[in-house]
């Protein structure tokens, strides 16, 4: 509490109480005290006066030290305990008061306390000492600067060993010696034994301090205050007894006593202990010097070793026997000079094959690790080894032995030896690879017998009939090639691995059916332009302008997964894609514009509102269906004159297998049909936007946007895929999203039934490529017309894909706009990367794109699902 609120609060208390007193006995004062204090002042006023002010200032001075502690006990009891701040002059006169009131009454100790608060070191010191507190005392007059007073007093209070301390303080050895010897006794009758051995030891008391040491089975303390009298006797003794690592914790106190042990023990022909103790304490070629003469020619090579001594430790190594250990220790050696290839050399004489591996390896020197490796019949380690060192031979022979067939013949085709990875394939049971390698080397008996025995059932059949049929070309059985050829010609994708087949392909039918010669060779060009001779005769046979109509009977007309185009029909036409003039001037008006209130269908179904939209093949209207009184759209597709009934039938089947698909992601087809020559379709209407217009209006979309949307797409293809229904013409245009989010894709399957009524009518000639309004999403093999899948759709949804994340197609990231250079982009030329435009795509975005727009169909994802499950990780 404050001091002068505090002294405020007693002396109001105190004036109140004051008058209160006086004003309840002004009558009695009045009447008896006033005129007996007169009568006294007129006698004796001035020494009245005197006395009377003395007694009132005692009587207030007492009375305002109770009421302030009063004041404050009670002011703790309701608040809490608080402290006083009576520091300055008050307090301390009041504690000096106290101090030598104690003091006067005998109270020395309390005294001793008072000038111990008020730091009056000497009079503290004065009153502990008057009352016996000689320890107390002693620290005072530390405090006051008097050492010699306080060493006094603590031996006077038998307090030694502060004694011994502030003694050896102060340099006076003989004193503190005295006193720790004191202090050693009293420990030692207390029985605190470890103490008494410390005090005795610093009391320079060595012996006795070792004896109690002894006691205690502290024999290594013991062993060092024995060294310091020079009791041999006793140092020989605990020596003979100590186990050599406890001779080294004690030798790290003195080197000589380890010296002095390993002598004795040298002395009395125990060289072996002598050893063991100077190589506990880390002297290692005196402890090897040892082991020698104990003849313990390894441990002496060994102890060499930790002491660097390379050349001693060699000729001790040398002496032993045992030349496993020899090569053992050599390796050691190497290794600590990082001599790797000797390490690997010694281990393996030492027998030790795992080390020998593992230095060979340290210095990548595979080849010697591959034949440590042989040596314990661990082929296939050894194999890894030889095909680290690039030795493949090697590796396809330790492979053999392995009975791992398959990497055998990997590794005997990569160094040349293809005869035995012919015979590895065969006992792998991979009879394709074995045939293909036997008809490579023109090896036909071998490759008829292997070719034939790859089962229809496995993925490279076709591959492998088509090099059969090769093998039978070449030794002139053309009608079994031919009979080979047809069965899977169509089926064959251009590779580099399959280009053999469409060339020998090419030359059995160039005389016979060039049309179909010039499609093979055609196929080829999309994936090496120079092979052989393919470009002169590409040159030769354009140049002699025929046209051979395709058998009715050979064109497939399901719109399945399974469906092909034949080729014999598509060699018979070129890739011809309209001029952007033609496009937009002459075709668009082939399609008759119709008016508002328009009516179209069977007895006037529909009742056209107004134009959706136009391309170059159709156009879309908003219409009612006047039946269920429902909005709908309606695309009226370009007039085909030239169809005949059957035709037109088969157009509505193919219309009628799309109609019964069904999924919230497909925009569904209700009705198919003709009017006035025109065809028609009529699909749900959805109220949306197409994705090419929204990232043309906003810009590229969002990772989370794109996968959202995809993921729709997916479901919708994946399930349309299941229902045997390819696209065809997958693209931003064709999907439409409304404001919910929702995806539809629309144009499913409508490619597929125009062009095949199309292709059945000898009549029109436009190519696929024609068909559609743009070649910027269509596959290689729709331009080449070499067969169409579910990886057709794969390859589109690249495209879009790309579209979606960058806001570009390819072709305008590379400005070109001209059909037919799109085209040749498509079978050529490679795309650049999605990052490229939009750096903070992750890697697996421009994975997926890459993979999916391969221009070989077998290096694309081989379904949607395929796709999915990379897709989901991006």
């Not at 609060?9 to 009045?30: E, P």
């Not at 504690?95 to 608060?117: C, H, N, P, Q, S």
């Not at 661990?378 to 690039?390: F, Q, T, V």
Request: hydrophobic share 40%; with cysteine; charged share 25%.
């Amino acid at each position: 509490m404050n001091r002068s609120i505090l002294r405020s609060l007693y002396n109001v208390c105190f004036w109140l109480g004051a008058a209160g007193l006086a004003y309840a006995n002004r009558d009695v004062f009045d009447k008896q005290i006033r005129p007996s204090i007169e009568g006294v002042f007129k006698m004796y006023s001035t020494v009245v006066l005197i006395f009377g002010a003395i007694v009132i200032g005692i009587a207030l001075n007492y009375l305002r030290e109770a009421i302030m502690h009063t004041t404050a006990a009670i002011y703790g009891r309701i608040f809490g305990p608080i402290t006083l701040n009576l520091e300055g002059g008050d307090h301390e006169r009041n504690v000096m008061k106290a101090a030598r009131r104690l003091e006067k009454k005998g109270d020395f100790a309390g005294a001793g306390e008072a000038y111990e608060a008020l730091q009056i070191w000497d009079e503290c010191a004065r009153n502990f000492q008057k009352g016996g507190l000689l320890t107390r005392a002693a620290q005072a007059w530390e405090r006051f600067g008097d050492r010699a007073k306080a060493m006094e007093l603590y031996e006077n209070d038998g307090n030694f060993e502060m004694a011994a301390i502030r003694c050896t303080e102060e340099g006076l050895r003989d004193r503190a010696q005295k006193n720790y010897r004191l202090a050693a006794e009293l420990a030692y009758e207390a029985n605190t034994f470890a103490k008494a051995a410390e005090f005795y030891e610093k009391a320079g008391d060595f012996n006795r301090a070792g004896r109690v040491f002894e006691d205690l089975k502290r024999d290594v303390d013991a062993l060092r205050c024995y060294e310091k009298s020079a009791n041999t006797e006793r140092i020989e003794t605990l020596i003979e007894r100590l186990d050599p690592a406890q001779l080294a914790v004690a030798g790290e106190a003195s080197a000589a006593l380890v010296t002095r042990s390993a002598e004795l023990f040298m002395r009395t022909g125990n060289y072996l202990k002598a050893a063991e103790i100077l190589e506990q304490a880390s002297d290692f070629v005196r402890a090897a010097e040892a082991y020698e003469k104990a003849d313990e020619w390894e441990k002496a090579g060994e102890t060499y070793l930790k002491g660097k001594q390379h050349a001693k430790a060699i000729t001790a190594y040398e002496r032993v026997s045992d030349t496993r250990k020899v090569a053992d220790f050599r390796a050691r050696l190497a290794m600590q000079q990082g001599d790797w290839v000797e390490a690997g050399k010694q281990y393996a004489e030492a027998e030790k094959p795992n080390q020998a591996v593992d230095a060979f390896k340290r210095a990548k020197d595979f080849s010697a690790a591959a034949r440590v490796y042989e040596s314990m019949k661990r082929y296939l380690m050894a194999a890894d080894m030889y095909s680290a060192a690039k030795d493949f031979r090697l590796a396809g022979e330790a492979y053999s032995k392995a009975h791992d067939w398959r990497n055998a013949a990997e590794c005997y085709l990569v160094c040349g030896e293809k005869t035995q990875a012919m015979e590895a394939y065969v006992a792998a049971g991979n009879y394709f690879q074995a045939g293909r390698i036997a008809a490579e080397e023109s090896d036909t008996a071998h490759a008829l017998e292997y070719l034939q025995r790859v089962p229809q059932s496995s993925p490279d059949w076709k591959v492998a009939t088509g090099l059969l049929a090769c093998v039978f070309y070449d030794t002139n059985r053309h009608d079994t090639a031919r009979d080979l050829f047809e069965r899977i010609i169509d089926q064959i994708s251009p590779a580099n691995d399959t280009i053999v087949i469409l060339y020998k392909y090419s030359l059995l039918m160039e005389r016979v059916r060039p049309d179909l010669a010039l499609s093979a060779l055609r196929r080829i060009m999309t994936v090496n332009v120079n092979y052989e001779d393919v470009r002169l005769r590409v040159e030769a046979l354009e140049r002699l302008n025929f046209s051979t109509p395709a058998p009715r009977d050979r064109v497939h007309t399901a719109p399945t997964a399974e469906r092909t185009i034949s080729s014999e029909h598509r060699a018979a036409s070129t890739i011809r894609v309209e001029s952007p003039t033609e496009s937009s001037q002459v075709r668009a008006t082939r399609i008759a514009t119709l008016l508002p209130e328009t009516r179209v269908g069977e007895n006037g179904r529909y009742r056209i509102l107004h134009e959706l939209g136009r391309g170059e093949k159709s156009v879309v209207y908003k219409a009612v269906d006047q039946n269920l009184q429902q909005e709908i759209a309606l695309k009226i597709l370009a007039p085909s004159s030239g169809m005949s009934t059957g035709d037109g039938t088969r157009f509505h089947d193919q219309a009628r297998i799309v109609a019964r698909l069904s999924h919230p992601n497909l925009v569904p087809i209700y009705d198919a049909g003709r009017s006035e020559g025109t065809y028609y379709l009529a699909m749900e209407y959805v109220a949306g936007e197409t994705l090419r217009n929204v990232v043309k209006r906003k810009g590229p979309m969002s990772l989370e946007d794109a996968r959202r949307i995809v993921r729709q797409l997916v479901d919708a293809l994946n399930y349309a895929h299941s229902e045997s229904v390819l696209h065809l013409d997958l693209k931003p245009a064709n999907i439409l999203v409304r404001e919910s989010g929702e995806a539809k894709l629309c144009d499913l399957g409508v490619a597929a039934m125009v062009n095949d009524y199309r292709q059945a009518n000898s009549e029109f000639e436009d190519s696929q490529l024609a068909l559609v309004e743009s070649p910027q999403y269509l596959a290689p093999e729709q331009i080449l017309h070499s067969g169409v899948d579910a990886r057709t759709d794969v390859y589109a949804l690249g495209l879009s894909l790309f579209y979606f994340l960058t806001g570009r197609t390819p072709f305008e990231v590379r400005k070109i706009s001209d059909p037919v250079e799109i085209a040749r982009v498509q079978l050529h030329s490679s795309f650049p990367r999605p990052s490229t435009l939009r750096a903070t795509l992750p890697s697996k975005a421009d994975e997926i794109f890459m993979k999916c727009t391969q221009k070989n169909p077998e290096d694309r994802y081989q379904s949607i699902g395929d796709f999915m499950a990379d897709f989901v990780v991006m």
